[in-house]
RNA sequence: GCCCCGUUCGUCUAGUGGUCCAGGACGUCGGAUUCUCAUUCCGAAAAUCAGGGGUUCAACUCCCCUACGGGGUACCA
């Protein structure tokens, strides 16, 4: 087979948004496993809906996610000569034909239809008229009135469509722009796309455009459709059911790649693997087991996944994309602090990157605040020789690795006679103004002898002011 | 209405006629490790394979019907 080449074309009316996210990713992920090519193209020939505020929002979302396009983006708006090259070309074979019908009589002929229990399609008036182009004509196709259009699914296997339940539908609006159908079979024509990934919501539509693949006398694609995604009340994703952009996922913390992982493994499969990595996807990903069922977008498993990226990720990568983050919680300068040691603690213990930055504040604050419950708990008379031992011992060493300050807490549990866990919790509240922490050598390596001693004595006269 | 697609634990899925009284993951619930929280590790509950008919020695797997869900039926994409 010739090089595989294959598109995303949304229609800029909107942010990039899970599902399309998904479509994207098994075009890009099928051209980049088998050194195909991947075109991006914008679809707005609907120039009511068409914003470029929303071809922003995609094109960020999908350079986010990692997906780059060797062609485009192409825009159809810009592309108007073509297809009115391609309208003339079905004209003059005569596959189409021009048509006056006004919309108030399609409506009147759809009512007809319907009420005697027929298919609301076009009745073909216009189809033997011979019209000349005018002000008020359309461009139908002269669709084929009998017989059968096989759709060869990838996915889905093969589909059958009865001719008669299709009509002569537009190609050409009286505007003279094209209709989606017609637009779409055009570009991909020019493109050399031969590979078609998307929703099965355009599985219906497939019989359509094949017949114009036909009209104009070319090779078909391959299709394949693949399910969509649903909101967990099962029906189609929208905005009621609450964050589906892509780029919301990237403000709240995720990780592209695990939005990845979720989104590809949501409708494929690789026998039991869960975690992917992006070039384990570009290797593995095939068109064979894709599911044929839609599945329902479900965030606590992205969430776990995304856990489970953060974990994998180097500390380095993960310090990049988390600086923004401590930015906009208030840590003005990550500087004094060995930031990817910081990672290191919180690494198993992040959900997100904003989790993540949430509880890494203790490190760069000033002044610890204490939470209530845990000074009331921990920051009492009881606890006061621990936490005064424990700040002699530290000033009396190095403290230059955890190990050294491992030995200064031996030593006050030597001393005291206490348990560890007696005495830890109270210095991680002194440390941390929580409950919960990394662990409590780590925190006092990473934070250095000098903060931990100035907070070991903030703790203390916090206490003897009590 | 008509046409098309789909239906395995709550969710994502494995399963392509016998190895399935159905496996994995998320979530849930136990337990172990532990300085807290996590992590990690063990374990449990959870699917009459939508329902009903066939075909077959044998069906989650093939065929038909029904139900339910989704999509299409536009001078939207």
Redesign the pocket.
Known sequence: MDQIITRF???P?GYLHIGGARTALFNWLYARGNSGKFIFRI????F???TQASVDAIIEALEWLGIDWDEGPYF?SQRLGLYQEYVQKLIDNGHAYY?????ER?DIV?KEA?SQ??????DGKCRNLGLKKSD???VRIAAPLTGVTVVDDLV???????NL?L?D??IQ???R?????F??VVDDIAMNVNTIIRG??????TPKQIILYRAFGSPLPKFG?V??V?G?????LSKRHGAMSVTAYRDMGYLADALINYLV?????H????FFTRKDLIQKFNL??I????????P??L???N??HI?ASQSKDIAKKLIPFLKENGVISNEGLYIEKVIETLK???KTLKDMSNQALFYYTEDVTYDIEAAKKFLDSSSLTAIDLLTQEIENRECSSEKDVEDAFKSVVDKTGL???K???P??VALTG?????????IIDILGKEKVICRLKNAISFIKQK
């Open positions: 074309p949304p229609s009316s679809e707005d020939t609907d009511e809906r068409s159809q048509c006056n019908c006004s919309k399609l759809r319907t229990g027929k298919n609301p399609k076009y008020d004509t359309a889905k296997g093969s589909v059958v469509f009865q339940e009509d539908f537009i609006r009286t505007n722009t094209p209709t989606y159908n637009a779409v099965d919501d355009h599985l219906s539509n459709h399910p969509m649903l967990p009340d099962k029906t189609r493994r949501l409708g494929w499969s026998g039991d693997q869960e064979e087991n599911g044929k069922s839609a599945g329902i977008f479900n606590e498993k969430t776990a996944l856990a489970e974990k198993p213990r992040s348990k560890l866990s005495i830890a919790q210095i991680r929580k409950t919960a922490s990394p662990g409590i050598f780590e």
